[in-house]
């Protein structure tokens, strides 16, 4: 029988975890209490000696168990040797669970592991939880983004990829007395489709203040204009926030793209989330539902985002914004 959920932790060409993975773990050990306490195991494939450096990481994350392939041949990431790698070692550990970060390598790993394993693998994630018969309940948007569904595999081993940035990530008070367990990777003599010659730097995206913020103001079509835009610039200002949008406001041009929060937008988890003009459309929702206070401010008092805000102001964006402002200056 099956047991335990198992993470990959992904370890990124500027050596250090995908931070996703920190994601997973902490809702691992929640999922985890669900099912009988069971162990939250890691798999990491990397160079010699390299997880030695993580070891810290790992312990804080409360990681039982971490399987740790090391070979200098695994220094960059190939489909074939990985997911030949991960396989044996699945293989040995006989999870229940396997979470992936949906990163471009855990969008490359997973379904070859699924297909290989017979696994039945739920692709980007935003939500997971287990249900009453000890189940993997994965969530996802589908048609085309129009309904969320939540699915179940049949099969032994159950995976998932993840979206990034949808859960938090929580250090534990206390470290965890984690195992570590080495193996060797057989990879010899396997055929190498893709050799990797050289790493060429790309040019740096800036990283979009948004995931980090401590606090997001963010404004919908209701902001009716760019200089609706600056209006909340200009409140952002007063408290130290960044400013976000939904798609109506990126639509209609008066907020850039980069700002646009939500299921094809980026997904934030700020401590403060304030909606000022945002209808509040499920699309919008999963990119910030896990804000950890939710304020809005809606014409409308049936606007569907009060029924996701924390406290809600029923009023003209044009009359309170000004005055919050005022206030907090
Ligand atoms: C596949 C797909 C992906 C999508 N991805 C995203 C996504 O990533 N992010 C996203 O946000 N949306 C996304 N959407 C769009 C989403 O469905 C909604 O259309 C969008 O979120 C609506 O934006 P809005 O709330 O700004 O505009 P609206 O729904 O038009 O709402 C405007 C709100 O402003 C209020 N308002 C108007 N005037 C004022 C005023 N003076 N003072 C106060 N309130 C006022 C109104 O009452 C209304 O509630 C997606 C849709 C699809 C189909």
């Keep these: 029988m099956?047991?335990?959920?198992?993470?990959?932790?992904?370890?990124?060409?500027?050596?250090?975890?995908?931070?996703?993975?920190?994601?997973?773990?902490?809702?691992?050990?929640?999922l985890a209490e669900k099912i009988d306490n069971c162990p939250?195991?890691?798999?990491?494939i990397t160079k010699e000696g390299n997880t030695q450096n993580f070891k810290e990481g790992f312990e804080k994350f409360g990681i039982d168990e971490v399987y740790v392939v090391?070979?200098?041949?695994?220094?960059?990431?190939?489909?074939?040797?990985?997911?030949?790698?991960?396989?044996?070692?699945?293989?040995?550990?006989?999870?229940?669970?396997?979470?992936i970060g949906a990163t471009t390598q855990g969008r490359d790993l997973a379904p070859r592991l699924a297909s290989e394993l017979h696994a039945g693998l739920t692709a980007d994630c935003i939500?997971?939880?287990?249900?009453?018969?000890?189940?993997?309940?994965?969530?996802?948007?589908?048609?085309?983004?129009?309904?969320?569904?939540?699915?179940?595999?049949?099969?032994?081993?159950?995976?998932a990829t993840v979206r990034e940035n949808v859960f938090k990530p929580m250090e534990h008070d206390t470290p965890k007395q984690t195992e570590y367990i080495y193996d060797k990777a057989e990879i010899y003599g396997l055929y190498e489709r893709v050799k990797i010659l050289n790493f060429a730097k790309g040019i740096e995206k800036e990283r979009n203040k948004l995931l980090d913020a401590k606090i997001i103001i963010s404004g919908g079509k209701g902001m009716k204009t760019a200089k609706g835009f600056e209006l909340l610039k200009e409140f952002a200002d007063t408290l130290g926030a960044e400013v976000g949008a939904s798609r109506g406001a990126t639509d209609i041009g008066i907020a850039p793209k980069n700002m646009q929060i939500g299921q094809t937008g980026i997904t934030v988890s700020p401590k403060i989330y304030i909606a000022c003009g945002i209808s509040g459309a499920i699309q919008h929702i999963v990119g910030m539902e896990n804000s950890d206070k939710i304020f809005a401010i809606n014409i409308d008092e049936n606007a569907p985002i009060f029924e996701h805000a924390d406290y809600g102001i029923v009023g003209d964006v044009f009359e309170i914004l000004p005055k919050l402002i005022g206030e907090l200056k």
């Design 2 to 30: 099956n047991k335990g959920i198992l993470l990959y932790a992904e370890v990124n060409k500027s050596n250090y975890v995908q931070p996703v993975f920190f994601e997973l773990a902490s809702k691992a050990q929640k």
């Design 70 to 99: 090391e070979d200098d041949r695994l220094e960059n990431y190939t489909t074939e040797f990985y997911s030949k790698v991960a396989l044996d070692e699945i293989k040995k550990i006989k999870p229940a669970i396997i979470l």
């Design 40 to 44: 939250v195991m890691a798999l990491i």
């Design 127 to 159: 939500e997971l939880d287990i249900n009453e018969k000890g189940q993997l309940a994965a969530t996802r948007p589908t048609f085309d983004g129009q309904l969320m569904a939540t699915i179940l595999s049949k099969s032994d081993i159950q995976m």
